[in-house]
């Protein structure tokens, strides 16, 4: 009997090295796949396989380096005018060739947004551009407003990967029209340029890829990619020891031993380009007073929880920076610090009371999430703040009831306007959410740093800015998390340093299938 | 979930007073278990919620690594697991006993009522209770819990919730039957009120049923509040319930499986001894319960 | 027998109506599910657009009229996230659930059934004990425990069985076992007990006296008249109980049914899909108890006089 359910077993599971084609076990699968609507972890990891941006980047490298994708050429033809050669030949999934009007389409479906989760989007980091315009059938112009230091930054972002226009505005009513409701089909039967074509996809379920044979680049090398969801830890695990899954993404650090321990399995991880971070409310009525805010950010210590739940592979940031932002990256600067003497000699200054203080995280979404809260509720308490964690699946940050919680500010860029300028931007997310104030100094730093077109000048507004959050803080970076990928021993793959958090890079050069 | 212990035992053998060796020892289990739960707080080794950053995932006594006096090992932030299953316990225990509490007032009030008010009242409470068994009850409460927010409040209502149906149909039952009887008939001519009647002579008549009940229902109990918190529904962290300590350490599975083990060895055995206890409880006092 | 009919489909569209109402109240009552849905970093104006995009700017009463103008009308609307018409989403996941569902039935027949049978016949010996003790401590066993601890021991532990999703009769193996554990303590439990009243009656000891063999007498006129009952049972009571095995089971082993999709779609407000799939379990469970009732009562006209 146990044989025979041996063999059943056995006979289910794919054939992984004879066919070039691999399962994935991912810990989460998207609800849709538009990659311009779209800024979760959960999509940024599907995108890079299907579709192209017209400037691509070394992704092997970790300092920017710009490579032509569907642009072969680009320059500044005014300053605040780009204008780009496009490539030839180059085929969607669906057979239609790419033309200027496409990448047209698609810069403004963006640039100049109607469909509401596509304005959203653009306007936290697309905001200066006004437009795109054809020149012609193979050059097109994109418009910035004002100067903009950050032009292949900002033209290789994923939401304004190249979409086909006939297609989109065809799929439902007029098809001469792009209607919303266009919008929302595609993000349901997507078709891109990229290597590998979606044969099908059903929401938060799996997603299956296959070769697309037109590629205009390097054929990939995977004649098929199953992604299967299994959101639960122990049984990713589980479905890799099986063969189930060829490779499983976010491994928590606990498993990392019991997989490298196995003859059949490895694991690959990297300090992946996100902060997850502790916020806390400026507005709160019991926490106006910064010397509360600054105590309780100087009562963690991130080296601790960094040894305890990440074995030392996470990486303690002194000031929300990143070493991926190349010239911008200002390590020598230090704004968050562990000091328990001064949180206690602030609290007793400010007259803290006991008073309790929440903290708010969600039950699974970040890994380690909940651990890390409860351990820091801890080193609270042996700084004397009276704090309790509070299990919510529920976003808090625009409670005004929410005193701190933890929070990710991912790098969806290579710049700290990227990272630290999406989230803390004057009128961005967390001031608009009502947890985050600035001012007319605030705004005019952020200025400089944001458009100033020299790079020392944007290190200095940035530091400005940097101080600014020191004095009165909303924000302490706990970490960059060692996001880890547990496979088969023979799948040739890793994380690429040039790319944003959680890509599945599967394009030529990025994985191989070794024979087994 | 609720009328299903009622269906499974119907009844059966008449007066069987001393118990059989299962239930002996279910008995000394169940009695052993609620002891611990009392005491949880002498008997514990330590704090449920002291955590040792430098002491996480340690296993139980005997392997290798085993932390001194941890017995059952140390959880992912390197709490004592034998200290949080104890704790888990007096927790699961107390939300059951104020689940079925609940569930008596509702379901023996409402039974009562319908017992002794005919009519449109009788009909009303009794399309009540068709109506709660045929709601997948379990289901629901899992989104009620799941979109509201869990909290202890909302948590024992519902818990409180999930059985009165039973009570209802016990009590109304047995009052019908006994207002059938030559000396409540008598009471009746003798001018008294239904809450005489009710107080002096249907109540105490009542217990005996009831009690098995209870003791079912607790079961029953146990069994739904360790399913929400297993699934994050129930007690929030860091308080420990059995459940919400399986639900929590299921991640750690294939690398710490005592983490999960020893709660789920609680709940099995609780539920277990419970069950049986409740089925001695009724072969004693000879109760028909009847189906409708 | 007409009128009992009535009132039973009276009695389930009063409790439909009651779990519908219930779930939208409930799903109301939990706040905006923009930010669960987008999550993090959304701008004031941007959270307005979509609040207005997704109607949820209406006032509570005219979501609710509108929504039951939907039920009445068979518009369930779209997925909060992925925009799809909810029917569509809900029927894609109704054959895995039943398959698990039906799975889980014949599992149960083909091990209660004996297993009552055995207990009734050799109540006085220690099989009859062993089979009981057996059956209570199945009823004991939360399926999530049974779940994970199989999920642990044959795959984690021995490599057997796979754990994720339904794509062989292996992958069925493990949540069969798990949906089935209290469905079986329960049937096993009460074919003992049915089986003892039939037992006990004249007409077994009249088959006895004709000299029926004894395995005769029990299968045939036993099990016969005993399964009646039993089968009425399964109808009755199962539904329910199995609607939420379903949602536990299905979660643990990403199995792609309703259950699990009406988790995720709780954890992430997408209040469309949950109703309706709310609604359409809970038809399904009310209209198997329905059927069971008329059924029940057309086979033993006592009850429908009880009852009316």
Request: aromatic content about 10%.
């Amino acid at each position: 009997m146990i044989r025979l359910m041996l063999t059943t077993a056995l006979a289910a599971l794919p054939m992984a090295a004879v066919a070039q084609e691999i399962t994935v076990g991912a810990a989460n699968m998207a609800p849709y796949l538009d990659p311009g609507r779209d800024h979760s972890n959960v999509g940024s990891q599907f995108y890079y396989n299907s579709f192209d941006t017209l400037i691509d980047r070394d992704h092997t490298k970790l300092e920017p380096e710009w490579v032509p994708a569907l642009a072969t050429s680009w320059e500044l033809v005014e300053p605040t005018v780009m204008e780009l050669k496009l490539r030839d030949g180059v085929k969607f999934h669906n057979g239609d060739d790419m033309t200027a009007d496409d990448v047209v389409f698609s810069l403004n479906r963006m640039m100049q947004a109607t469909f509401p989760p596509y304005v959203v989007r653009a306007k936290d980091r697309l905001g200066n551009f006004t437009h795109a315009e054809k020149v012609d059938d193979h050059t097109v112009r994109i418009i910035a407003e004002r100067e903009e230091p950050l032009w292949e930054t900002l033209i290789s972002l994923q939401q304004i990967m190249i979409i086909p226009e006939d297609y989109t505005k065809a799929l439902t009513g007029d098809p001469d029209v792009a209607e919303d409701s266009d919008f929302e089909a595609f993000a349901m039967a997507p078709v891109g340029t990229g290597p590998y074509k979606i044969e099908s996809f059903q929401p938060g379920e799996r997603l299956v890829w296959t070769r697309f044979d037109d590629f205009w680049g390097e054929q990939a090398p995977l004649q098929k990619v199953n992604v299967v969801q299994i959101a639960e830890t122990a049984s990713r695990v589980t479905a890799l020891k099986t063969g189930e899954a060829d490779i499983v993404t976010n491994l928590a650090p606990d498993q990392l031993a019991l997989v490298d321990n196995d003859p059949n399995l490895k694991t690959e991880g990297s300090a992946t380009a996100l902060f997850h971070v502790m916020i806390m409310n400026q507005n709160h009525p019991k926490l106006q007073d910064p010397r509360i805010r600054k105590a309780m950010s100087l009562a963690i210590d991130r080296d601790a929880l960094n040894e305890a739940l990440w074995f030392g592979k996470a990486v303690v940031p002194s000031t929300h920076t990143m070493v991926e932002m190349g010239a911008l990256h200002q390590p020598d600067l230090v704004t968050f610090e562990y000091d328990p003497e001064q949180a206690r000699a602030l609290l007793a200054e400010a007259g803290y009371d006991g008073f309790e203080i929440t903290y708010d995280t969600a039950p699974t979404y970040y890994t380690n999430g909940l651990l890390a809260a409860q351990a820091i509720m801890e080193m609270w308490a042996a700084a004397g703040i009276n704090g309790k964690v509070q299990v919510k699946d529920k976003w808090s940050g625009n409670d005004p009831e929410m005193m701190a919680r933890n929070w990710s500010n991912p790098m969806y860029f290579a710049d700290p306007f990227g990272s630290f300028g999406v989230m803390w931007a004057p009128g961005g997310p967390s001031q608009s959410e009502g947890r985050f104030n600035t001012d007319e100094d605030y705004a005019e730093k952020w200025e400089r740093f944001r458009f100033s077109t020299d790079v020392e000048a944007r290190k200095a507004a940035y530091a400005e800015l940097m101080e600014r959050v020191k004095e009165d803080p909303a924000v302490l970076p706990l970490y960059r998390p060692f996001e880890s990928w547990g496979m088969q021993k023979n799948v040739n793959w890793a994380p690429m340093p040039g790319h944003i958090p959680y890509v599945l890079d599967f394009r030529a050069g990025s994985i191989s299938l070794a024979d087994s | 979930m609720a009328s299903l212990a009622d269906i499974v035992a119907r009844p059966r053998r008449k007066g069987h007073a001393t118990p059989d060796v299962v239930q002996k020892i279910a008995l000394a289990v169940a009695a052993l278990l609620i002891f611990a739960a009392l005491f949880a707080p002498l008997i514990a080794p330590f704090e449920p919620l002291q955590q040792s950053l430098l002491s996480r995932l340690r296993p139980p006594i005997g392997f290798d690594r085993y932390s001194p006096w941890h017995f059952a090992g140390t959880d992912e932030l390197g709490r004592d697991v034998l200290s949080r299953a104890l704790f888990g316990l007096r927790l699961t225990l107390t939300l059951a006993f104020a689940g079925a509490v609940i569930g008596l007032l509702i379901g023996g009030t409402l039974g009562l009522i319908a017992g002794l008010v005919s009519g449109w009242v009788e009909d009303t409470i009794m399309a009540l209770v068709d109506m709660q068994i045929a709601i997948p009850f379990t289901l629901v409460a899992l989104l009620v819990l799941s979109l509201l927010g869990s909290n202890i409040t909302v948590l024992v209502l519902v818990l409180g919730i999930a059985g009165w149906e039973q009570y209802a149909r016990i009590v109304r039952a047995e009052v019908r039957r006994l207002s059938a009887l030559p000396f409540i008939e008598a009471a009746w001519t003798a001018g008294a009120g239904p809450v005489y009647v009710a107080t002096r002579h249907v109540l105490p008549n009542l217990v005996s049923p009831l009690v098995v009940q209870f003791t079912l229902a607790l079961s029953n109990i146990v069994i739904l509040e360790s399913t929400l918190s297993f699934l994050g529904l129930g007690v929030q962290p860091p308080q420990p319930s059995l459940g919400s300590m399986v639900g929590l350490g299921r991640d750690y599975m294939p690398t710490a499986p005592w983490i999960v083990l020893t709660p789920a060895a609680l709940i099995v055995l609780l539920t277990f001894s419970v069950q049986i206890t409740g089925d001695w409880l009724r072969d004693r006092a000879d109760v028909r319960l009847r189906e409708r | 027998m007409i009128a009992y009919v009535l009132r039973v489909l009276a009695k389930s569209a009063v409790t439909l109506f009651a779990i519908v109402t219930v779930t939208f109240i409930a799903t109301r009552l939990s706040g905006n599910p923009i930010e669960t849905f987008l999550g993090e970093g959304l701008t004031t104006e941007g959270r307005e657009e979509l609040i207005r995009y997704f109607q949820l700017d209406r006032s509570l009463w005219e979501q609710y009229l509108a929504f039951l103008r939907g039920v009445l009308s068979g518009e369930f609307g779209l997925s909060f996230v992925d925009r799809r018409p909810v029917t569509q989403v809900v029927a894609e996941r109704l054959w895995p659930s039943a398959q698990l569902l039906l799975s889980s039935i014949a599992l149960t027949l083909a091990v209660s059934l004996p297993l009552g049978v055995l207990a009734a016949v050799y109540r006085k010996s220690w099989v009859g004990s062993a089979v009981m003790v057996v059956a209570f401590a199945g009823y004991a066993v939360p399926n999530f425990i049974l779940a994970i601890v199989m999920m642990l021991v044959f795959s984690y532990w021995l490599n057997w069985l796979p754990v994720v999703g339904n794509g062989s009769f292996a992958h069925f193996i493990m949540p069969t076992i798990a949906m089935s554990g209290v469905l079986i303590a329960a049937l096993t439990r009460f074919t003992r007990n049915a089986m003892l009243d039939v037992l006990g009656q004249d007409f077994i000891r009249t088959a006895r006296a004709k000299g029926l063999s004894e395995l005769r007498v029990v299968l045939r006129h036993g099990l016969g008249n005993a399964g009646v009952t039993v089968i009425s049972v399964i109808g009755l009571q199962f539904a329910g109980l199995a609607a939420a095995g379903s949602v536990v089971v299905e979660s643990i082993f990403s199995w792609p049914g309703i259950g699990q999709l009406l988790v995720n779609a709780a954890i992430i407000r997408d209040y469309p899909v949950l109703q309706f799939g709310v609604i359409a379990v809970a038809i399904a469970v009310v209209a198997i108890n329905a059927v069971t009732d008329i059924a029940y009562a057309l086979a033993d006209p006592r009850i429908r006089l009880a009852k009316a």
